[in-house]
């Protein structure tokens, strides 16, 4: 086993154990009334009482999240190709995507449950809207920066533009596709719940919205730790996906 390893692999635990135990000692220190801050063991506690609620609303939203997020990869990853492969396209299309990426999608919301009416599809949306432009900037910046030194030699020895482009540039993509993803499945959390605190009869951030209208704080805070817990899981697997089809774009010494 390669020194430094366990620590790597403990390192996470230990921090987020930390946090909650400097959370709990402050609140206790301080005093600080529940209805502020409320402390971990109250928070943890409440989220067992209502750990069936939890469940099925964070099903909900995980689902919404899912969806759209797959939706943001597909039609990303296209649109990204298309951008990084044509400079013409990347020219008429990136300030539309800019500009459009500008408008805060939480304006957005109420669009579309007009169009579409109260439940999943409006969260689906907010979900794909919000999270489709870093995969879409992330792998045009990997096409287009491919060195055109690389591109001539690789025209002297005959290949064409597509070759060029599904041998050499899609798989150099691959390292900022990925921290595309990993950027993106968070963004795709922060849409479902927005939408789902404007307008859902599920999800998360609908509880969090009863939560809050019924004082129940802890509530509140156990619905954000389960939002945490979902993102992270989310992350981990994507990250994992990373070291196993683009493992050659990291450093060695990131891999000791």
């Given at each position: 086993?390669?020194?430094?390893?366990?620590?790597?692999?403990?390192?996470?635990?230990?921090?987020?154990?930390?946090?909650?135990?400097?959370?709990?000692?402050?609140?206790?220190?301080?005093?600080?009334?529940?209805?502020?801050?409320?402390?971990?063991?109250?928070?943890?506690?409440?989220?067992?009482?209502?750990?069936?609620?939890?469940?099925?609303?964070?099903?909900?939203?995980?689902?919404?999240?899912?969806?759209?997020?797959?939706?943001?990869?597909?039609?990303?990853?296209?649109?990204?190709?298309?951008?990084?492969?044509?400079?013409?396209?990347?020219?008429g299309?990136?300030?539309?995507?800019?500009?459009?990426?500008?408008?805060?999608?939480?304006?957005?919301?109420?669009?579309?449950?007009?169009?579409?009416?109260?439940?999943?599809?409006?969260?689906?949306?907010?979900?794909?809207?919000?999270?489709?432009?870093?995969?879409?900037?992330?792998?045009?910046?990997?096409?287009?920066?491919?060195?055109?030194?690389?591109?001539d030699?690789?025209?002297?020895?005959?290949a064409k533009?597509?070759?060029?482009?599904?041998?050499?540039?899609?798989?150099?993509?691959?390292?900022?596709?990925?921290?595309?993803?990993?950027?993106?499945?968070?963004?795709?959390?922060?849409?479902?719940?927005?939408?789902?605190?404007?307008?859902?009869?599920?999800?998360?951030?609908?509880?969090?919205?009863?939560?809050?209208?019924?004082?129940e704080?802890?509530?509140?805070?156990?619905?954000?730790?389960?939002?945490?817990?979902?993102?992270?899981?989310?992350?981990?697997?994507f990250?994992?996906?990373e070291?196993?089809?683009?493992?050659?774009?990291?450093?060695?010494?990131?891999?000791?």
């Amino acid at each position: 086993m390669r020194r430094g390893v366990p620590w790597e692999t403990l390192a996470p635990w230990l921090v987020t154990i930390g946090l909650f135990v400097g959370w709990e000692g402050a609140c206790r220190l301080f005093a600080i009334p529940s209805y502020v801050l409320p402390p971990p063991s109250l928070v943890f506690s409440e989220m067992w009482v209502f750990r069936e609620a939890l469940w099925k609303n964070s099903l909900v939203t995980l689902w919404t999240t899912v969806a759209g997020f797959a939706l943001a990869v597909g039609f990303g990853l296209v649109l990204g190709i298309a951008i990084g492969w044509s400079r013409t396209i990347y020219a008429g299309l990136y300030p539309v995507m800019v500009g459009f990426n500008a408008v805060p999608k939480v304006a957005v919301v109420p669009i579309l449950v007009l169009w579409f009416g109260i439940g999943e599809i409006p969260a689906i949306l907010t979900a794909f809207l919000i999270s489709f432009f870093p995969i879409v900037v992330n792998v045009a910046t990997g096409l287009a920066t491919l060195e055109p030194e690389l591109e001539d030699v690789l025209r002297a020895l005959g290949a064409k533009k597509l070759d060029i482009m599904l041998k050499v540039g899609i798989p150099r993509s691959l390292p900022y596709f990925f921290g595309a993803l990993k950027v993106a499945i968070t963004l795709a959390f922060v849409g479902s719940v927005v939408s789902e605190t404007v307008a859902a009869n599920a999800g998360v951030g609908h509880l969090l919205l009863s939560a809050q209208a019924n004082f129940e704080v802890p509530l509140v805070f156990g619905g954000l730790v389960a939002l945490a817990v979902l993102g992270i899981g989310m992350y981990a697997i994507f990250a994992v996906l990373e070291r196993r089809m683009a493992g050659w774009a990291f450093r060695s010494g990131m891999n000791a």
